[in-house]
């Protein structure tokens, strides 16, 4: 009940950028339907005459779909940098095989008998197409219209990634920090829209063939009309800044940029996947990133120092579950025999081996370790299995090998690892949960994140990093039966970061810096 | 009239069609007949250049056909398919309409042609005009295919199998009110058809075909009176006796009838000069009379059983 009020009241207080969201989310489902439909339909018409290009266009497009929609994203930022066009072009690729599948489908189906009666009446090729093929496949290819309208809402969701907006801002936004309410604010709207197209679609489909002139006329009029409800966000300050969804809504982030700095940039929702190349290829100028962040370095960045401390201390520590430890106590001795061994240099090079060079997590961590002195031959025991989970970033791969190398040779443990386990709010639940026994977390987000203090608590002790692993420590043992270790030593906190050059250029050090430079050139 | 000249279809290097010629007179319907694979279709097709021929000549009234832009051509000969071919989503006045429409004919004009069609072919416009061919048996659909085909008044039908796909009681009705309709009795029609029967019932002149190429052409009674070669001998087999009636009308045996005595003339029942013998047949052996008077001209004579088989006797002797 006290669930349900509070998303209702979430529901209040954002209603106009749910509408908002909501309105982009329908124009870029839209506008790529109705690309695929005015590309797609043309070739699905030239492949059902040359039925020898049929099965490589048909190819081509099933490939299309099988790359993950995350990767495609990843690979339009070269070409078409970030925000509305590559979510439409990518949605346009996801759209493209049900329509030209389809399409093609419902031509080469229909009755031979028909196509033949067609030309022996004297029927030209375009008569043929347009008053016979068309219409009698018009049932088939409004099927797959329907279901490429489907797959669209659901894929559209991902935009947010990119700067793209719609519904998915809300979604990982809320998954990114726990908050319910703000995933329900976006998927609710999103599993409506999917049900109110289909539904709609559905009632023109089942049309008979004779009525399908009426449908002919009603969808393009409709897919038109919709496509045109998206608004390309216009440009506000001379500066672009993209951050992630968990950025955007966190006390420690855009919130506290706007509060404590009084920081009026121009936004937009990016995955932290794409926000360091999007800003080295001067699609963005400022980013929320994280200080160890390899790309820092491979893409020359600088970060702008927090002079006011709005970013409380991200020291990253095993959080175990307490009876886990108690059972097995050798556990705990050998998480920490890498206590403070890692620096916020040593780290941000580790990244950089991994993200930039593209070696193995296990590599580098192997390395890392044997450098350090730490390294033993696993011992192959099989006393019991740990289950280590992580996060789905690459610094949280590097620490789960490092934990992984760190037991199977110092105990007699196997271990299992849950890699890429989403967002804070998945690994914390999968502890809680019993899903996993341990994975790397950072201490300002289980402070601000997991705990949420009240304002009076978070402003007395979040500028001590000390402060803040007791108080955390302390809450996360008498509320969730869960341990934090002694941290590794490095510091993966927020930072806005901009280019080298830039920052150079303009004479950036502070965020009150930027903050004074965007008030005066506004 | 039309004329074809050496007509070849070749497909990749086997030959489906080799070297055809054959005439078909303004009025006159040929049957091509044959098995499957005999080449008949192809022929047909070639026609109306649904198939384009490799070699050879088609001459429609006096113009060559592969002259003419290919729908120009299609749009002035009708065409039946077997399945009909109507299109699911016209109702029966819309698949009617079509050929005028391409012609560009009034919209009052069409609608009065549909409408007389429809009435022609025994269904009640107002019935049938707005109804879906799904909505239709069989036989009513094959009788929209062929109105269709009418629609634009063409010199020149082509007919596919045109009851293939019916029933054999629907089939036989189907093809008597065919065989009665004023319409067709004016068109030059070619026709493809495997059945024997059918050939010797609607041809009046059947262009026997096997293997790509012609066999026989000839009438009804001269392929089975007088078959050339062995192919034509067999291809009728053990029907022949049956089919020798169906095919012979009472006018061929015209002058083995015996004049009639006047007082026959009141109490006997009477045939028309035009029914075949398998009908005359039928009515003598049912119970009925034993002759039926005939006349021709202002000629009247009396034909009986024993009539029929002694001047097919002496027919046969002819022709041999």
């Known amino acids: ?522 | 009239m039309i004329i074809v000249q050496n007509l070849s279809k070749f497909f990749q290097q086997t030959a489906a069609v080799k070297n055809v010629s054959f005439e078909v007179e303004q009025g006159e319907t040929l049957v091509l007949l044959g098995t499957s694979g005999s080449g008949k279709t192809t022929t047909l097709r070639m026609i109306n250049r649904l198939i384009e021929p490799s070699s050879g000549e088609v001459f429609i009234n006096g113009q060559n056909a592969l002259a003419l832009p290919a729908e120009v051509l299609r749009r002035s000969i009708g065409y039946v398919l077997q399945n009909n071919g109507l299109f699911p989503h016209y109702t029966v006045a819309e698949n009617i309409s079509i050929v005028p429409k391409l012609l560009g004919w009034e919209k009052n004009t069409i609608e009065a042609r549909v409408r007389e069609l429809l009435v022609e072919l025994h269904l009640d416009p107002k019935d049938y005009s707005n109804r879906y061919p799904r909505e239709l048996s069989g036989g009513q659909q094959q009788r929209v295919g062929l109105a269709r085909a009418l629609a634009a008044n063409p010199p020149i039908l082509l007919m596919d199998e045109p009851f293939g796909a019916l029933d054999p009681v629907t089939r036989s009705s189907i093809r008597m009110e065919f065989l009665r309709l004023d319409e067709l009795k004016r068109k030059t029609i070619v026709m493809v058809t495997h059945d024997i029967e059918e050939a010797c019932a609607l041809g009046d002149k059947i262009c026997l075909m096997d293997g790509g190429s012609i066999k026989q052409i000839g009438t009804p009674a001269e392929l089975l009176f007088n078959p050339e070669g062995d192919f034509s001998r067999d291809f009728f087999g053990s029907d022949r006796a049956v089919l020798e009636m169906k095919s012979l009308r009472i006018t061929n045996i015209w002058p083995y009838l015996e004049s009639a005595e006047p007082d026959l003339l009141k109490s006997s029942g009477q045939a028309d000069k035009d029914e075949t013998l398998w009908m005359v047949l039928q009515r003598l052996s049912a119970g009925g009379p034993q002759r039926l008077l005939v006349r021709k001209d202002n000629e009247s004579k009396t034909i009986s059983l024993e009539i029929i088989f002694r001047s097919l006797k002496q027919l046969k002797g002819i022709l041999a």
């Open chain 1, 1 to 522: 009940m006290n669930e349900q009020q509070s998303l209702w009241q979430f529901l209040l207080l954002h209603w106009d950028k749910i509408l908002d969201q909501t309105i982009t989310h329908i124009g870029l489902t839209f506008i790529s339907l109705l690309l695929a439909v005015i590309i797609g339909t043309p070739i699905a018409i030239l492949i059902a005459r040359k039925r020898n290009l049929a099965a490589a266009v048909l190819g081509i497009a099933a490939i299309m779909q099988t790359i993950p929609s995350v990767a495609l994203l990843g690979f339009m930022i070269p070409l078409f940098g970030i925000g509305t066009v590559p979510a439409i072009v990518v949605l346009f690729f996801y759209a493209l095989l049900p329509i030209i599948r389809n399409t093609f489908t419902g031509i080469t189906g229909i009755d031979e008998a028909i196509r033949d009666a067609a030309k022996g009446m004297g029927m030209t090729d375009k008569q043929i197409l347009f008053k016979v093929e068309i219409p009698l496949a018009m049932p088939v290819i409004l099927a797959g219209i329907r279901t490429a309208t489907v797959i669209n809402v659901g894929v559209a969701t991902l935009a947010a990634y990119i700067a793209g907006g719609g519904l998915g801002e809300f979604i990982f936004g809320g998954i990114a920090l726990n908050n319910t309410n703000m995933i329900l604010a976006g998927a609710i709207p999103a599993a409506l829209l999917a049900i109110t197209f289909d539904f709609l679609l559905g009632k023109i489909q089942k049309q008979k063939p004779e009525g399908t002139g009426k449908a002919m006329l009603v969808l393009p009029i409709a897919v038109l009309l919709l496509s045109g409800f998206y608004i390309i966000p216009s440009a506000g300050t001379n500066l672009l800044a993209g951050f992630e969804p968990e950025f955007m809504g966190r006390s420690d982030g855009y919130l506290g940029l706007k509060s404590r700095y009084n920081l009026n940039i121009s936004s937009v929702v990016i995955s932290d996947a794409v926000m360091y190349e999007a800003l080295y290829e001067n699609k963005l100028d400022v980013i929320g990133g994280y200080s160890t962040d390899g790309r820092l370095k491979a893409y020359d960045l600088v970060t702008l120092r927090d002079d006011k401390t709005i970013f409380p201390p991200y020291f990253a520590a095993p959080l175990v579950r307490t009876d886990l430890l108690k059972k097995y106590p050798e556990l705990e001795a050998t998480l920490n025999l890498i206590a403070g061994k890692i620096t916020d240099s040593a780290m941000t090079d580790l990244n950089y081996q991994t993200d930039i060079l593209k070696r193995t997590p296990e590599l580098v961590a192997r390395e890392f370790l044997k450098a350090k002195g730490l390294y033993k031959r696993p011992q192959n025991g099989n006393k019991a299995t740990i289950r280590i989970g992580c996060k789905i970033f690459g610094e949280q791969y590097i620490l789960t090998e490092i934990y992984r190398m760190l037991i199977e040779g110092n105990t007699a443990f196997s271990v299992e690892t849950k890699t890429g386990l989403g967002g804070t709010k998945i690994c914390f639940d999968a502890l809680t949960n019993n899903q996993i026994d341990l994975y790397p977390e950072y201490t300002g987000t289980g402070f601000l994140v997991i705990l949420q203090p009240p304002t009076s608590v978070v402003d007395s002790i979040i500028s001590d990093p000390d402060d803040v692993f007791r108080y955390v420590q302390t809450e996360f043992s008498s509320k969730y039966g869960l341990t934090w270790l002694k941290p590794m030593g490095f510091n993966n906190t927020y930072a806005l970061m901009m280019r080298q050059q830039d920052a150079s250029a303009l004479q950036l050090k502070t965020i009150t810096d930027l903050k004074n430079y965007i008030d005066k050139n506004d």
